[in-house]
């Protein structure tokens, strides 16, 4: 399913790009030109789970992701990116706390 995974996540990026999204590479600590930051960006766990839920689940319900690492800041502003454009809700809980991502916003209120 890596394919479709991969397509989706392609196809969403796009869609933000069109919609003003500049990718945040300070997330990125590797010592990588651009292009690299960037694929390391594209892969980080919580955008490949969320794209498998979208491609796996029944649509409308709920996608959950549990990491035991903090959410970066381009992951949450994407997700909350695509919480609009799919019309889904994600609850994503990092080392921190628990974050409920629906219609384009955040629960923390981007205060993480």
């Known amino acids: 399913m890596t394919n479709e995974i ?8 796009a869609e933000m790009r069109k919609r003003g999204h500049v990718p945040d590479k300070s997330s990125v600590m590797h ?10 960006l594209c892969l980080h766990s919580e955008k490949l789970a969320v794209a ?4 796996k689940l029944v649509p409308g319900s709920i ?3 549990l990491k035991n690492l903090r959410v970066c800041g381009d992951c949450h502003m ?9 019309g889904r809700v994600f ?5 921190n706390r628990f974050h409920h991502f629906k219609g384009g916003n955040c ?5 993480w």
Do not use: T
Request: proline content about 0%; aromatic content about 2%; some cysteine.
């Open 31 to 40: 010592d990588l030109d651009e292009q690299e930051k960037m694929q390391h």
């Open 52 to 55: 498998f839920g979208l491609v």
């Open 107 to 111: 629960s923390c209120g981007d205060l």
């Open 91 to 95: 609850v994503v809980r990092d080392a």
């Open 6 to 13: 991969l397509g989706l996540l392609e196809k969403l990026r």
């Open 63 to 65: 996608i959950r992701v």
């Open 78 to 86: 994407v997700l909350k990116m695509i919480s609009e454009e799919v």
